[in-house]
């Protein structure tokens, strides 16, 4: 299936929960009946750096945390030595946000066309972390943190070219449910993409002589 490169637009159900906010501040994304949080790409700028190459997107790996209060605000590169807990997995869900990786890279059109299942010229892989710090004492606002890892490789050659990134955004004091996740998340998330695709767009090693 190959991807067009024109913006597409997502339908996702939305759902609420309530109850005292200390709880709330401890559950992950999912509560009884509800959908996941799944990225929904806001409008993309098309990048004036694109490659003459053809791409094949894979998201191998999607899950998120939460850390201990305050963790995103100490010098520690590696938030996940904070980790508290997992939430529920977004394994079941990570159908969906491939393909709404993939709606963004299409809309970004840094390759000349994405394809999900066929013979590309680079097979891009990804891997999402997200990071939820509620704030000390739960007094401020929570955190988001997209740690996003990809993977370019040429399947003939086997040639490998590695980038990472990183997304934050800010929500609110108080998670009543899903709804409060899912604003900060589609901004944590997009920086970390556009941070990430800038990187591959500005690779000069991909550059064709």
């Known amino acids: 299936m190959v991807l067009g490169t024109g913006e597409g637009k997502l339908s996702r159900a939305t759902c609420r929960t309530w109850g005292p906010a200390p709880v709330l501040c401890c559950v992950l994304f ?5 959908s996941p949080v799944v990225f929904q790409p806001a409008p993309v700028v098309p990048t004036k750096s694109p490659l003459p190459y053809s791409a094949k997107v894979k998201l191998i790996q999607i899950e998120a945390y939460d850390v201990r209060p305050g963790a995103t605000m100490i010098a520690d590169p590696r938030i996940e030595n904070h980790v508290t ?8 869900a ?10 963004y890279a299409a809309a970004r059109k840094t390759f000349t066309y994405l394809s999900m299942d066929s013979q590309t010229d680079l097979d891009l892989t990804l891997r999402l972390n997200i990071y939820i710090d509620p704030g000390v004492l739960y007094k401020f ?3 988001y943190l997209a740690h996003l890892e990809g993977t370019l490789a040429d399947p003939r050659t086997g040639r490998l070219h590695s980038y990472r990134s990183v997304g934050k955004s800010t929500g609110d004091v108080f998670r009543g449910g899903r709804a409060d996740d ?3 998340i589609n ?16 690779d000069l090693r991909l550059r064709r002589p």
């Open 141 to 143: 606002n929570h955190v």
């Open 30 to 34: 999912f509560t009884a009946g509800c």
């Open 187 to 202: 901004m944590a998330v997009q920086a970390a993409l556009n941070d990430l695709f800038g990187s591959i767009e500005n």
């Open 94 to 103: 990570r159908r969906e946000w491939e393909q709404s990786i993939a709606d």
């Open 85 to 92: 807990g997992v939430g529920r997995s977004l394994e079941n």
């Open 182 to 184: 899912q604003g900060p």
